[in-house]
């Protein structure tokens, strides 16, 4: 079945090196979330997208990231400037309504 | 300020017995819970949810309690079966389709 695909699974970026992030949702569903995973840690919430409308960002650690969905499918996240503490999983998930589904993750080091 | 906590970072259970997990939560806001199960290099997986105005739910070998008062939660594998060892997280949200917060995780081993 179509899941959450995430993309690239694995990122080795240098520090100051920008890098980009890539989440497809389930068809349909119109909610999509993003987290950061550090090691032994739960998830933390980034940002949420209701189609192309990036309701909350709250959850940004700096303006060095920026996620957009522009129509309202595909998302990416991006990181400007990497710094060696951006160094985590990143999950992106996608809801219908009340469930959020989740990808197996990009997986950053920054070196 | 850590508001889902899953306090044993992990649990051992001999395999045909039961498995329980525990969540505590300090928002009373809080009205929707879920369980995931997670893989090594895999996304987390949903399991099972509860809103707030159930005490229980089951779905075959899995049973999600919910004490509001205590602002417990607990998980019930019966019987565990080794394809349950996995880490087991407890999510929390104040809105049923908005940002989940989430427990630090609880590592389940099932023995064989």
């Known amino acids: 079945g179509a899941g959450v695909s995430q993309s690239p699974r694995y990122k080795v970026a240098k520090r100051g090196q920008d890098v980009a992030l890539r989440c497809d949702p389930i068809?349909?569903?119109?909610?999509l979330f993003w987290y950061q995973q550090a090691l032994g840690q739960g998830p933390e919430f980034l940002t949420y997208?209701?189609?192309?409308?990036?309701?909350?960002k709250s959850g940004l650690p700096s303006d060095r990231f920026f996620a957009e969905r522009p129509e309202g499918s595909v998302s990416t996240l991006k990181i400007q400037r990497t710094q060696q503490e951006d160094s985590a999983v990143y999950l992106c998930?996608?809801?219908?309504?009340?469930?959020?589904?989740f990808g197996p993750g990009t997986r950053l080091l920054v070196l | 300020d850590q508001q889902v906590k899953q306090n044993s970072p992990s649990l051992s259970v001999q395999e045909g017995r039961i498995s329980i997990l525990n969540c505590d939560y300090t928002?009373?806001?809080?009205?929707?819970f879920l369980w995931y199960k997670k893989y090594p290099a895999e996304g987390p997986t949903f399991l099972i949810s509860?809103?707030?105005i159930k005490d229980k739910n089951e779905d075959g070998r899995f049973t999600v309690f919910l004490n509001k008062s205590a602002k417990h939660l607990s998980l019930h594998i019966v019987p565990s079966q080794p394809g349950d060892s996995a880490v087991y997280f407890c999510?929390?949200?104040?809105?049923?389709?908005?940002?989940?917060?989430w427990g630090a995780g609880t590592k389940l081993i099932i023995k064989p």
């Open positions: 998930a996608s809801s219908p309504q009340e469930t959020q589904y």
């Open positions: 068809s349909g569903h119109v909610s």
């Open positions: 997208f209701q189609n192309e409308a990036q309701l909350d």
């Open positions: 928002n009373s806001m809080f009205d929707y």
């Open positions: 509860i809103s707030s």
């Open positions: 999510a929390a949200s104040a809105d049923s389709n908005y940002q989940l917060i």
